[in-house]
């Protein structure tokens, strides 16, 4: 897929999915942005952005902070002159528990995270993209548990529910602004934040991946190359899509 030249915002680049979209967009041409609450992990990134001949740089941001996300955006604009794609994919995970007891400032700070922060650099990407005016790519991070219930955690499947309702509307809004707004869900996937879900619930990465069709965790790199190519022109006609990369997860 060719995105030489474009310039890229990945949100959750420091590690698993979000670090290997960046590195997909980087090794596809592109200049990438890379935005992350971890900054020790953010500029390892960077470095391997770097290392690669490629060009981007790293700032510390949450996703929850009007503040941090419009720095991040206006930093970009400042560097590079303009916004052309953005991936949307910091998130955090809940922990499993039934619904009575999930503490409120649990589900809170779920919501918060993965659909507010999606809501928020959403917003204010697409407020640079218009004042350009030259069309744009957004990719938000859902999940499988934002197209079918999550007996795992309630809280988690209502924001990447949420997730796919915002695309969807979002892409619907702009679609004469020739700004296109997809977004992916991905099933278990070989991350840190998997491996943390695994053990709280008492389990294994390998005995997840047994729950899939297809018999095994995904890989972060597969879930970075449906990002680039709806962010590419070779999905010039595709808005409004959320598009299951999960094994088979969601046809059971």
């Known amino acids: 897929m060719n995105l030489k030249d474009k310039i890229?915002?990945?949100t959750g680049g420091a590690s698993g999915i979000g670090r290997a979209t960046a590195v997909a967009f980087a090794g596809n041409g592109a200049k990438v942005a890379i935005a992350d609450i971890d900054g020790r992990a953010g500029e390892e990134t960077l470095g391997m952005i770097q290392q690669m001949g490629a060009e981007g740089f790293f700032a510390g941001?949450?996703?929850a902070s009007v503040a941090d996300v419009k720095s991040v955006i206006d930093r970009i604009v400042s560097k590079y002159g303009r916004l052309d794609c953005a991936a949307n994919?910091?998130?955090?995970e809940g922990t499993p528990r039934r619904i009575d007891q999930v503490p409120e400032d649990e589900f809170d700070r779920i919501i918060q995270i993965n659909l507010r922060g999606v809501w928020l650099c959403l917003k204010y990407e697409v407020v640079q993209m218009l004042k350009q005016d030259s069309g744009g790519a957004i990719v938000n991070l859902s999940s499988a548990a934002g197209l079918v219930g999550s007996i795992r955690s309630p809280a988690y499947g209502a924001s990447k529910h949420g997730v796919v309702g915002l695309t969807k509307s979002v892409a619907l809004q702009l679609a004469k602004n020739r700004i296109r707004v997809n977004a992916v869900c991905p099933g278990?996937?070989?991350?840190?934040?998997?491996?943390?879900?695994?053990a709280a619930s008492?389990?294994?990465q390998?005995?997840?991946?047994?729950?899939h069709p297809l018999g095994r965790m995904g890989q972060p790199e597969e879930i970075a190359s449906a990002v680039l190519w709806l962010c590419s022109d070779q999905a010039?006609?595709?808005t409004g899509f959320a598009a299951a990369v999960d094994g088979g997860l969601t046809a059971m």
Request: aromatic fraction near 4%.
């Open 61 to 63: 941001c949450d996703v």
């Open 188 to 198: 278990g996937i070989m991350t840190p934040m998997t491996e943390r879900i695994a």
């Open 236 to 238: 010039s006609y595709v």
């Open 202 to 204: 008492g389990g294994t």
């Open 89 to 92: 994919i910091a998130a955090i």
């Open 8 to 10: 890229v915002l990945v």
């Open 206 to 211: 390998a005995q997840l991946g047994a729950a």
